[in-house]
T-cell receptor, first 114, second 117 residues
Framework: AQSVTQPDIHITVSEGASLELRCNYS??????LFWYVQSPGQGLQLLLK??????LVQGIKGFEAEFKRSQSSFNLRKPSVHWSDAAEYFC????????????FGAGTRLAVHP | KAGVTQTPRYLIKTRGQQVTLSCSPI?????VSWYQQTPGQGLQFLFE???????NKGNFPGRFSGRQFSNSRSEMNVSTLELGDSALYLC????????????????FGDGTRLSIL
């Protein structure tokens, strides 16, 4: 079955530390992949998306994600976390069928310690 | 530039009723997509419209339907409401459809919080 898995429900990092949020997908072909962020002050935002080609994708707010076909992963990274990055992060995959559908992971809640 | 506007912000209905939610996209945006968010099921994709045509669709029953008008405004209708339909309904607009290989941003509205009694 098509699915998106975010193995970490909660992650806590210190401000200034690096961050990696994991995402794995289960799908026969390579789907289009997305990362979203949801914070109380700013609602839901699209951070970045991957279609094909260069496996390292740059997004907004200093985030990047790397697609690894061999691991069916699309992990989100940031070199130095800011306190304002505390939010919930969702990975999603657009899979094709009669209609395309967007499947979300359960989300990872990020807390940032000063 | 006005953002994505969803109306109403809050709504209370009872089981069996039907409801219509509205989403006005950013001017010039032709793609509107709808999402349901609940504590139990998380974030789920309902459907996407582009130029008045449904382009993408999630796994929701036929009680959930939508449409898009020529001015790109979109409505979502839920008939025969059930308790489990209580959720935050979000819409997002973009210049291009989700499946387009272009890095265009999506802009989300603040959502409509629907409560079913």
């Amino acid at each position: 079955a098509q699915s998106v898995t975010q193995p970490d429900i909660h992650i806590t990092v210190s401000e200034g530390a690096s961050l990696e949020l994991r995402c794995n997908y289960s799908y026969g072909a390579t789907p289009y992949l997305f990362w979203y962020v949801q914070s109380p002050g700013q609602g839901l935002q699209l951070l970045l998306k991957y279609f094909s080609g260069d496996t390292l994708v740059q997004g907004i707010k200093g985030f990047e994600a790397e697609f690894k076909r061999s691991q069916s992963s699309f992990n989100l990274r940031k070199p130095s976390v800011h306190w304002s990055d505390a939010a919930e992060y969702f990975c999603a995959a657009l899979v094709s069928g009669g209609y395309n559908k967007l499947i979300f992971g359960a989300g990872t809640r990020l807390a940032v310690h000063p | 530039k006005a953002g994505v506007t969803q109306t109403p912000r809050y709504l209370i209905k009872t089981r069996g009723q039907q409801v219509t939610l509205s989403c006005s996209p950013i001017s010039g945006h032709r793609s509107v997509s709808w999402y349901q968010q609940t504590p139990g099921q998380g974030l789920q994709f309902l459907f996407e419209y582009f130029s008045e045509t449904q382009r993408n669709k999630g796994n929701f029953p036929g009680r959930f339907s939508g449409r898009q008008f020529s001015n790109s405004r979109s409505e979502m209708n839920v008939s025969t409401l059930e308790l489990g339909d209580s959720a935050l309904y979000l819409c997002a607009s973009s210049l291009v459809p989700l499946s387009k290989k272009l890095n265009q941003p999506q802009h989300f509205g603040d959502g409509t919080r629907l409560s079913i009694l």
